[in-house]
């Protein structure tokens, strides 16, 4: 089979300045960074620290950004993995996988494994019609083995993100696993416009244009439907060839968002 993407990190020049709000996450996510750089400093004095991470919030709240900004503000390779591309249809793939993933971290340490969506892989044991030795399980078992198996030498975090933590199996969730829990909630109003603010550094803003009023004009939007928002409304002044976005635009644009969510509450079951 073709040799994953995986295994090649990828750099992040994303920092905490292009997550907006979040404040709680980002100083819990600060002190990895600190680790990251300088790791020796903490295995001098014999601290402990966390080898799982795991970021929860609902879908859009910025976990995989989170997750690219612990790796860029600590300049560290970030391996990158999405836990449903595991579903593999051969038995051993996702747990070789997993095993060479981990293998490529440790050599390139200090750095992160970021496993998204770690609810689709991670669900209670033992549920399936596998018996438990179905493909999914080999490789929840795998990653559980690997986090074991840290010698507590090497520098590496292992972050998860999932927007379903209540499914999880219970032992992905005890000390030396995913033991640090990180919570991203929805922005409130404030946190809001601050996003709205990072999403328009480079988009030209008509006079009558207030961020503020979209922002009051958006509660339970997440980040991604705020960028999405922005977006929309860009793509609604360049249609008219203007070269400026109008508070008309976001007006508008929201007024689709919504409608499109309408439209899936409506349709799906
Ligand atoms: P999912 O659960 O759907 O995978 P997620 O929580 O991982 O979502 P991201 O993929 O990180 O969310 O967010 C999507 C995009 O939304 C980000 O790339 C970013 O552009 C924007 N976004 C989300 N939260 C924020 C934030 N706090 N500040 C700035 N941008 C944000």
């Known amino acids: 089979f073709l040799e994953p993407e995986t295994l090649k990190p990828q750099t992040s020049k994303i920092t905490f300045e292009d997550v907006a709000g979040q404040e709680n996450a980002k100083r819990e996510v600060s002190e990895l960074v600190d680790y990251l750089r300088h790791p020796e400093q903490f295995r001098q004095v014999g601290a402990e620290v966390p080898r799982g991470v795991l970021l929860m919030g609902p ?16 300049g560290v390779p970030f391996y990158t993995i999405s836990a449903s591309e595991f579903i ?10 997993v095993r060479r993933l981990f293998e490529a971290a440790k050599k390139s340490a200090p750095s992160i494994i970021f496993i998204d969506e770690l609810d689709s892989i991670g669900r209670t044991r033992g549920t399936g019609l596998g018996g438990g030795h179905d493909e999914r399980e080999q490789t929840l078992n795998q990653i559980l083995a690997e986090l074991d198996g840290f010698t507590g030498r090497e520098a590496v975090i292992v972050v998860a993100a999932t927007n379903r933590p209540d499914v999880l199996d219970p032992a992905l969730l005890r000390p030396g696993r995913f033991d640090r829990h990180v919570t991203l909630d929805l922005p409130d109003r404030r946190d809001r416009l601050a996003i709205l603010e990072v999403h328009t550094r480079k988009v030209p803003l008509a006079a009558g244009v207030a961020l503020d ?3 009051a004009g958006t509660p339970g939007f997440s980040g991604a439907d705020l960028k999405n928002l922005v977006n929309e409304a860009a793509i609604l002044a360049a249609r008219q060839q203007r070269r400026e976005v109008t508070a008309q635009d976001f007006d508008e644009a929201r007024d689709r968002l919504l409608m499109g969510a309408v439209r899936t509450l409506v349709i799906q079951p």
């Not at 976990?63 to 860029?72: D, F, Q, R, V």
């Open 88 to 97: 593999e249809v051969f038995v051993g793939v996702g747990a070789a996988r």
């Open 59 to 74: 879908p859009g709240t910025g976990k995989t950004l989170m997750a690219k900004a612990l790796a860029g503000e600590a």
């Open 213 to 215: 009023t979209v922002a």
